[in-house]
């Protein structure tokens, strides 16, 4: 290899991060990979902007990936953190912060009687699997393909192929031994879910879902699709996970549950909760919640669980999320892109919901998986880097929901149609 000449200051950092990094980023969609570049190294961020080492200014659709609905560096979460830094940054003892924000996420979401705090959203989930297995005292997973739930073994089953079916792992160093406890099959279609309960019903101690798909680019459910899935539960006495680590207090402030009127037994949530700070939490039914140690035998713990700079950035955000017109704002922005987007060229599919949004390179409707599998991958690259040059920062990867925040301006939209219009071109 000859050595380039570094143009950017982005490139020289990357040369960094490589040599100590693997793939010079801390997660893997930040590579920027896919969609045939290089990451973007940001200095920092302000409202619905994101500013590059370089100088550029971007309009910001990634959020950190869910969390910053409210825009970078939000004052009233700013200074939530300044005050409570002042105090002290971790005590190993519980703090009250922690009981107002336990008491903040049942009253936002009724179906969450009792809550854990963890420190990401891959934690909320593998805990909320073994809370289901230790309280059916089953073991096998039920989950969807194209639905992340994060890292965790169980979870990385491949999507798709009859592999899945077996449950062969999609990483090496995923046991198949493990893997194979999770059935994963094709969302939106009720017969696999019922011929999976009846091969299997008394061993399945879970359905675990995305209720609304965001990490396959955005796939919604179809009509009673998910009021089916809630009765075959019920019906096989299996715990309904859903998990809301994205679509909560994003889609609605009570998630995608409040909007779809779905009661799950358990939910996991991550992300919009941490205010920008690493957060995670699962919670549900009281008499399974009660089964988590110490007041049960179901183990789970966490150094920095609830860390008070975590909890007050968290609560000061779904506090200022209770200010009235906020969701309905975030639907008009949401709804504004969407009809821009839609009309521009027949080989795409806009979906969205309230606070996400994805563009599909596809000429038919993404309804699963598969179908989102058929997307024209090196179309949506090429539009990625046109959008870069234009100062938009799209989620880099045709899998992945675009977050639009309550700070993100008709101006802001509006430049993004146009930044579109001649990306696509
Ligand atoms: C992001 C995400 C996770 C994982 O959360 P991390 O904080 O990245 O571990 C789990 N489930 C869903 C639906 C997610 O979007």
């Known amino acids: 290899m000859t050595t380039a000449a570094v143009a950017t200051r982005s490139q020289a950092i990357f040369e960094r991060a490589k040599a100590v990094i693997p793939g010079g980023v801390n997660s893997p969609v930040r590579s ?21 080492v370089d100088g550029n200014k971007y309009i910001d659709y990634v959020g950190s990936w869910g969390p910053m609905i409210l825009g970078h560096r939000h004052p009233r979460v700013l200074e939530a953190i300044e005050i409570t830094l002042k105090q002290g940054t971790s005590f190993g003892a519980p703090c009250r912060a922690e009981v107002e924000m336990a008491e903040l996420v049942c009253k936002l979401m009724p179906s969450i009687e009792m809550v854990r705090m963890v420190n990401s959203g891959t934690e909320a989930t593998m805990s909320a699997i073994r809370l289901a297995r230790a309280f059916t005292k089953r073991t096998m997973i039920v989950k969807f393909d194209g639905c992340y739930h994060g890292h965790a073994d169980s979870f990385l089953v491949k999507a798709g192929s009859g592999l899945a079916t077996l449950g062969i792992s999609s990483s090496p160093g ?14 939106n279609d009720p017969a696999q879910l019922k011929k999976t309960f009846e091969k299997h019903g008394k061993e399945v101690a879970a359905v675990i879902i995305e209720p609304i798909v965001g990490n396959a680019g955005l796939i ?9 899935i809630r009765e075959l539960c019920t019906e096989h006495g299996a715990l309904l996970i859903f998990d809301e680590v994205m ?7 009570g998630g995608a549950q409040d909007m779809y009127k779905i009661k799950p037994d ?10 920008g700070l690493p957060v995670g939490a699962y919670g549900g039914r009281k008499d399974i919640m009660e089964m988590v140690a110490p007041q049960g035998p179901v183990y789970q713990a966490g150094t920095l669980s609830g860390n008070p700079l975590a909890m007050a950035a968290g609560i000061a955000q779904l506090k200022t999320l209770q200010t009235p017109g906020t969701y309905a704002h975030l639907a008009e922005n949401t709804t504004r892109l969407a009809d821009g987007l839609k009309g521009l060229s027949k080989s795409i599919q806009v979906v969205s919901v309230p606070g996400m949004l994805g563009v599909f390179f596809n000429s038919k409707p993404v309804t699963d998986f598969e179908s989102a599998q ?5 179309q949506f ?18 899998f992945e929901a675009a977050f639009i925040s309550a700070v993100h301006t008709k101006h802001d939209i509006d430049n993004t149609i146009d930044a579109f219009k001649d990306a696509i071109k």
């Not at 919604?220 to 089916?228: A, F, I, S």
């Open 32 to 52: 920027c990979k896919s969609v045939g570049s290089e990451p973007i190294f940001m200095d920092h961020a302000d409202g619905s902007h994101l500013f590059d």
């Open 374 to 378: 058929k997307c024209d991958t090196e």
């Open 247 to 253: 679509t909560g207090f994003r889609v609605a402030l």
């Open 381 to 398: 690259g090429k539009v990625w880097r046109a959008l870069i040059e234009k100062g938009i920062y799209w989620p880099p990867s045709q």
């Open 220 to 228: 919604l459910p179809e009509e009673n699709y998910l009021q089916t």
């Open 266 to 275: 358990l939910t996991t949530l991550g992300k919009i909760i941490g205010g």
């Open 174 to 187: 995923a046991p198949d031994e493990i893997t194979k406890l999770t059935v994963s099959i094709p969302f």
